[in-house]
Nanobody, 127 residues
Framework: QVQLVESGGGLVQAGGSLSVSCAAS????????MGWFRQAPGNERELVVC????????YFGNSVKGRFTISRDNSKNTVYLQMNSLKPEDTAVYLC????????????????????WGQGTQVTVSS
């Protein structure tokens, strides 16, 4: 069983930057594809970005392309999300997710494809 704990987040002004991270424990981190999702009140959970086991493949949600980046450090069991040029519409709870996968060259865009979830961290962007 994998446990995921997000950290970072907080309040930032529009146009600013913020970084969040997700630390994993309880499993072999390099065997898991990872994803960042977000959910705002009244909205469905949506993909921000996902990353393959090796880190060589990423897939971004349309609304964050060109502004957000993802990386992972398998030696530290951690995945990172760097958010730049933040907009008020980026305000949401950001959740980290993991799924055990054989493939080292893909990740998954749907929330239903992930088995393990963190509790989430709030990101608020003020206008």
């Amino acid at each position: 069983q994998v446990q995921l704990v997000e950290s970072g987040g907080g309040l930032v002004q529009a146009g600013g930057s913020l970084s969040v991270s997700c630390a994993a424990s309880g499993g072999t981190f390099s065997m898991y594809a990872m994803g960042w999702f977000r959910q705002a009140p009244g909205n469905e959970r949506e993909l921000v970005v996902c990353i393959s086991r090796s880190g060589g493949y990423t897939y971004f949600g349309n609304s964050v392309k060109g502004r957000f980046t993802i990386s992972r450090d398998n030696s530290k069991n951690t995945v990172y999300l760097q958010m730049n040029s933040l907009k008020p519409e980026d305000t949401a709870v950001y959740l980290c997710a993991a799924v055990l996968t054989i493939s080292s060259t893909t990740c998954y865009p749907q929330a239903s494809q992930y088995r393990y979830w963190g509790q989430g961290t709030q990101v608020t962007v003020s206008s």
